[in-house]
């Protein structure tokens, strides 16, 4: 039997570590480690990527919410909108700030929230819009845009999921009033320890986003408001720049299995994932739908494939939010979706034969269901 690990960081490492090794040594030979030359150059390198006035470099793709919400402006007891199916920290960032999460639901075509639904949401109270391009394809956008225009918000991307992607041929990060990207090691643009970077073409919100990050120091010994130790490590901002010049090609290779994961499995009763118009999606995760998802999860690990749920419980029901009193029932499409999403692994490294072998797999539970 083969096995085929939902995530392989060792795959990914191999190519490049010659020239990872050689550019830790010459960051640590440097020791100029706060906020040094490779966190100043990624910054540059990185806007130029998503085609943003600035990208400012920060400790983790949560401190990247929690940052651009202060700098937007947002304050304790004001209203964020967002989408319930997400990684926790999305709800997080807006609670760690003082602010009130308000869930909407999503397109279940594309798991992004649901723009029809936000308007109904929206309060006197209410500072932003947080949406998050899910699995690594843009939110849509103008809709989302055009709302906040109306009622004067912010629109901070969730983009942790997402570097690279397209939205009406824009990359994600360029497509709101700030965009927040993780650099996890899973990511697709991942670090080897934490990172994450606030993307604006808002220099007075880059501005912010520097100020908050760095104990709200102005100058030498001047402290301008209270602020949090959020800084880019500099070890994992030169394994980034590396990283980042290869992202295209990881993200093309992540496409191009999509695709093939798409002729392997079209014909199963599954529900693959859907690329919506004028957006090009990632494929940060390949998520598909089963209405007997944890069976076929159990047959896929009988048969040595890796496979997750992203996520298994939508943020609104779990018990760190009980205070915000809601039930089930509130997002039904994100509710339905988190019994049914199932997780195949999605990494450049993977092969044809592994694709094979894990469809083969899927391709033969239904089989069996058939002749029970
Ligand atoms: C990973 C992730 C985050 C958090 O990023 P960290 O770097 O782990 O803090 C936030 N939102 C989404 C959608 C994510 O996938």
């Avoid at 202060?70 to 960032?93: C, D, N, Q, Y």
């Avoid at 991942?190 to 007075?204: K, P, Q, S, W």
Wanted: charged share 20%.
């Amino acid at each position: 039997m083969r096995h085929i690990p939902f995530v392989d960081l060792k795959a990914g490492f191999a190519p490049i570590k010659a020239e990872v090794m050689q550019a830790i040594e010459e960051t640590l030979t440097g020791m100029n480690l706060n906020i040094g030359p490779n966190c100043q150059a990624l910054e540059r390198e990185f806007a130029a990527y998503c085609g943003t006035e600035y990208a400012v470099g920060v400790g983790s793709g949560t401190a990247a919410l929690q940052f651009a919400l202060l700098a937007a402006g947002v304050k304790g007891g004001a209203e964020v909108i967002t989408s319930p199916h997400t990684f926790f920290a999305t709800a997080e960032a807006i609670v760690c700030i003082g602010a009130i999460p308000v869930f909407v639901d999503i397109d279940p075509k594309t798991y992004t929230i649901d723009p029809q639904a936000i308007e109904k949401k929206i309060t006197a109270k209410t500072a932003a819009i947080i949406p998050v391009h899910m699995y690594g394809q843009c939110a849509d956008m103008s809709p989302i845009n055009e709302i906040s225009q109306r009622y004067g918000l912010a629109v901070i991307e969730d983009a942790c999921q997402a570097h690279g992607a397209l939205y009406q041929g824009k990359k994600s990060g360029a497509l709101g009033t700030a965009g927040c990207f993780s650099f996890y090691f899973t990511k697709n643009l991942g670090a080897y320890g934490e990172g994450g970077i606030v993307t604006t073409n808002d220099a007075r919100i880059a501005e912010k986003v520097r100020l908050f990050l760095n104990h709200g120091h102005t100058s030498k010994y001047e402290h301008a408001v209270i602020g949090y130790n959020g800084r880019l490590d500099e070890i994992q901002a030169a394994i980034l720049r590396i990283r980042l010049r290869l992202l295209d090609d990881y993200n093309r290779r992540r496409r191009e299995l999509a695709a093939e994961y798409r002729k392997l499995l079209f014909d199963l009763p599954l529900v693959l994932p859907a690329e919506a118009e004028a957006r090009q999606h990632v494929f940060h995760l390949y998520v598909i739908r089963s209405a007997e998802r944890d069976r076929l999860m159990a047959h896929l690990t009988d048969k040595g494939v890796g496979t997750g749920i992203h996520y298994r419980n939508p943020i609104h029901l779990q018990k760190a939010v009980t205070y915000l009193g809601y039930n089930r029932g509130a997002v039904p499409a994100a509710e339905q979706a988190c019994e049914e999403i199932l997780s195949l692994p999605m990494y450049p490294e993977l092969s044809h034969d592994d694709l094979a072998y894990i469809a083969e797999a899927a391709r033969e539970f239904y089989s069996r269901q058939g002749a029970a």
